[in-house]
T-cell receptor
Framework: KQEVTQIPAALSVPEGENLVLNCSFT??????LQWFRQDPGKGLTSLLL?????REQTSGRLNASLDKSSGRSTLYIAASQPGDSATYLC????????????FGKGTHLIIQP | DAGVTQSPTHLIKTRGQQVTLRCSPI?????VSWYQQVLGQGPQFIFQ???????GRGNFPDRFSARQFPNYSSELNVNALLLGDSALYLC???????????FGQGTRLTVV
């Protein structure tokens, strides 16, 4: 059974810093990996989707990388802003739809003004 | 275009009651999935439906059931509610069963 772990559980940094969030998974036979953002009490906003054949995806100040062989993904946020404060979740999909997405517990990020 | 819409946004029920949650997917999306998120945890997969057929089921008791309608909207039903069913219930839609998932704002269910 797939297990997804996110480190750190919480992170607080000053505005303007570049930062990296980590995601690891136990079963490397994934179909894709997705990063989401969640604001308190709200739904999930999809940030980036990386297919298993891809190494990275970029959207604005966000860059996500995937290393299937080592079971790791990172989300890089450049020039952080207070509006980036949220919980960031990664999730893997093993394909076939039978098990849906497997999520980590998330990294709670606070950007200090 | 409208995103994934869920109703109601908040709900309070008493133990033992039954509840129905509703989800409308993004136009053109044929797959709908349901997730349960308790405080401090990542979402847990409950069901996936694609083209009106159940494609996957997570590790939830038979009190949980769902269906998808011809217009691809979906309902999640929970019978005999327990206090532990209190959670944020999230619906996601996608073009296919393994494509990028887009989530609604969720339904906050409180069981008292």
């Amino acid at each position: 059974k797939q297990e997804v772990t996110q480190i750190p559980a919480a992170l607080s940094v000053p505005e303007g810093e570049n930062l990296v969030l980590n995601c690891s998974f136990t079963d490397s036979a994934i179909y894709n990996l997705q990063w989401f953002r969640q604001d308190p009490g709200k739904g999930l906003t999809s940030l980036l989707l990386i297919q298993s054949s891809q190494r990275e995806q970029t959207s604005g100040r966000l860059n996500a990388s995937l290393d299937k062989s080592s079971g790791r993904s990172t989300l890089y946020i450049a020039a952080s802003q207070p509006g980036d404060s949220a919980t960031y979740l990664c999730a893997t999909h093993e394909g076939g739809g039978a098990d849906g997405l497997t999520f980590g517990k998330g990294t709670h990020l606070i950007i200090q003004p | 275009d409208a995103g994934v819409t869920q109703s109601p946004t908040h709900l309070i029920k008493t133990r033992g009651q039954q509840v129905t949650l509703r989800c409308s997917p993004i136009s053109g999306h044929k797959s709908v999935s349901w997730y349960q998120q308790v405080l401090g945890q990542g979402p847990q997969f409950i069901f996936q439906y694609y083209e009106k057929e159940e494609r996957g089921r997570g590790n939830f008791p038979d009190r949980f059931s769902a269906r998808q309608f011809p217009n691809y909207s979906s309902e999640l039903n929970v019978n005999a509610l327990l206090l532990g069913d209190s959670a944020l219930y999230l619906c996601a839609s996608s073009h296919g069963d393994v494509r990028q998932a887009f989530f609604g704002q969720g339904t906050r269910l409180t069981v008292v």
